[in-house]
């Protein structure tokens, strides 16, 4: 996303990135960023949270609007909750959690080559 955004600008378009991992957003070089300090896949705000989606995205139409600096990097007032519990687990593996990931991760593969068949069957 971020080095489509420098491509648009590039091309004169203006954007806004709203994105959740800072360091990787920040080192492509995009013109303006709005971070909101959650978890990967959720830089508008909390699930079901269309208030606080509502002004995360009025951010990026604000930081859009003034702007006055490439690079602009514009952090949110949010936190997804009182304790940090999502850092410390997020992305986790350990001797707690392996065993349920690993089935997990196989579960998924058998779907995926299932609809996979599936889909190719269709196409034929």
């Known amino acids: 996303m971020s080095l489509v ?7 004169g378009i203006p954007t806004v990135i709203l994105g959740s991992a800072r360091d990787i957003v920040e080192q492509c070089g995009v013109a303006r960023f ?5 978890p990967l896949g959720n830089p508008t705000g909390k699930p079901y ?7 995360i995205v009025a951010y990026g139409f604000d930081v859009l609007e003034s702007a006055r600096f490439p690079r602009t990097t514009v952090q949110t007032p949010f936190t997804w909750d009182d304790s940090a519990w999502w850092r410390d687990n997020y992305m986790r593996v350990d001797d ?3 065993e ?4 997990a991760g196989e579960l998924r593969r058998r779907q995926q080559s299932r609809r996979k068949v599936e889909g190719h ?3 034929t």
Do not use: G, I, P, Y
């Open 5 to 11: 955004s420098r491509h648009l600008e590039a091309n």
């Open 96 to 98: 707690t959690n392996r």
């Open 34 to 38: 709005v971070f909101t300090d959650f």
């Open 49 to 55: 949270d269309s208030e606080m989606q509502r002004a």
């Open 121 to 123: 069957a269709r196409a």
């Open 100 to 103: 349920l990931l690993r089935r």
